[in-house]
């Protein structure tokens, strides 16, 4: 085995250990999208350098027989009925001529077919792109996300805290409304005591409301904090085996190239 068929083989072996280090980090499906593109690409390619090998052959036998007749015409311009032979075979080449051109004309259109599917294939680079663009579109509506978010939270502690103060404003008005008549009397005395009593009970009842809301919210956060470090964890990770796949990606390209190079 020569080293050209060793790099061959570790970098396949490489591509086979990103492959299920993708499929553990939960990416299998960009990435064999990425491999069937990439497929796609290389079979389109072959198959032009097939068309354009075909093309070449057919061009020289051509011209081979193009230069066969012009050195009989040369040799024969003086006899009658060698020229009338000559001018059969040209008939004959011509008709081979104009078929050939026709042949040619449908692999030139299959060319430019393959060239267009080819075309419309993105490139490495291109994904790369496209994947960049993507992360930063996610990032920003990410971040509007949180900032809405934030404003409807904002929205709805301030309308609770109006609410609080309306209902305080009104207990205020209403104690202030009966603090002189309720003071002349010992039965209304007693009565705002009980009052002044029940709404201490249930300001400390909302008080407790509240902290257990709090100490909800709290590990709710907590909870949050975690995922979101395990998150950026596994960002990280997806990170790194994408950069390792590209890196490997363009190393078999490279390999390829030299191995065609060497094949010719």
Excluded: W
Aim: aromatic residues 4%; negative net charge.
């Amino acid at each position: 085995m020569t080293e050209m068929d060793l790099q061959i083989t570790e970098t396949l072996n490489k591509v086979h250990v990103l492959r299920e280090e993708a499929e553990k980090a939960g990416a299998t499906a960009d990435v064999q999208r990425l491999l069937s593109l990439l497929e796609t690409l290389k079979v389109l390619e072959k198959k032009e350098a097939e068309v354009e090998l075909d093309f070449s052959e057919e061009y020289s036998r051509l011209q081979l027989e193009v230069n066969e007749l012009e050195e009989m015409i040369q040799t024969n311009e003086h006899g009658g009925n060698s020229a009338q032979g000559v001018d059969r075979l040209l008939a004959n080449a011509v008709g081979r001529l104009n078929l050939a051109k026709m042949a040619l004309a449908s692999k030139l259109r299959e060319i430019t077919t393959l060239k267009r599917q080819r075309d419309d294939i993105p490139t490495q680079a291109e994904l790369i792109q496209y994947e960049r663009r993507f992360s930063e579109l996610n990032v920003h509506i990410q971040g509007k996300l949180r900032q809405t978010r934030k404003y409807y939270a904002t929205y709805n502690a301030l309308l609770e805290i109006k609410e609080l103060m309306l209902k305080e404003t009104s207990l205020l008005n209403s104690l202030s409304s009966q603090f002189h008549d309720a003071l002349n009397s010992p039965a209304g005395r007693a009565t705002l005591t009980s009052s002044m009593d029940g709404i201490s009970k249930s300001i400390q009842q909302k008080l407790q409301n509240v902290q257990v809301t709090l100490q909800a919210e709290q590990k709710a956060c907590e909870v949050l904090k975690k995922k979101h470090a395990a998150a950026n964890l596994e960002k990280r990770l997806c990170y790194l085996l994408l950069k390792a796949f590209h890196e490997e990606c363009t190393r078999n390209a490279r390999l390829e190239n030299q191995t065609q190079e060497i094949n010719i």
